[in-house]
């Protein structure tokens, strides 16, 4: 079983950032695809971003050109910098790891193999 904490989420007005965070086992990232998902009330699950083991990342459209997925390799530490945010990326966030492409993963969350326990994000207009 992998162990993913999130944390970094709070509250904050539209326009505002910030940086979420996922503590792993120093093997998960060397494995598979690393990605942040998010959920709102009443709706589904969403992939928002992605990175691979060689590095590459992926995006959702809602959210490219203001999250940045990013890696420490050396600290096994996984980061979301959310900036420009909207009200509409209230909901809470959830790190996870895949054994499968990140291009799947962000697709269909109900391939994803382990979640963190999640973080809230609330985004005031």
């Known amino acids: 079983q992998v162990q993913l904490v999130e944390s970094g989420g709070g509250s904050v007005q539209a326009g505002g950032s910030l940086r979420l965070s996922c503590a792993a086992p120093g093997n998960t990232y060397s494995r598979g695809c690393m990605g942040w998902f998010r959920q709102a009330p009443g709706k589904e699950r969403e992939g928002v971003a992605a990175?691979?083991?060689?590095?590459?990342?992926s995006y959702s459209d809602s959210v490219k050109g203001r999250f940045t997925i990013s890696k420490d390799n050396a600290k096994n530490i996984l980061y979301l910098q959310m900036n420009s945010l909207k009200a509409e990326d209230t909901a809470m966030y959830y790190c996870?790891?895949?054994?499968?492409?990140?291009?799947?993963?962000?697709?269909?969350?109900?391939?994803?193999?382990?979640w963190g326990q999640g973080t809230q994000v609330t985004v005031s207009s």
């Open positions: 990175i691979d083991t060689d590095g590459s990342t």
């Open positions: 996870a790891a895949s054994r499968r492409s990140c291009w799947y993963s962000l697709r269909a969350p109900s391939i994803v193999n382990y």
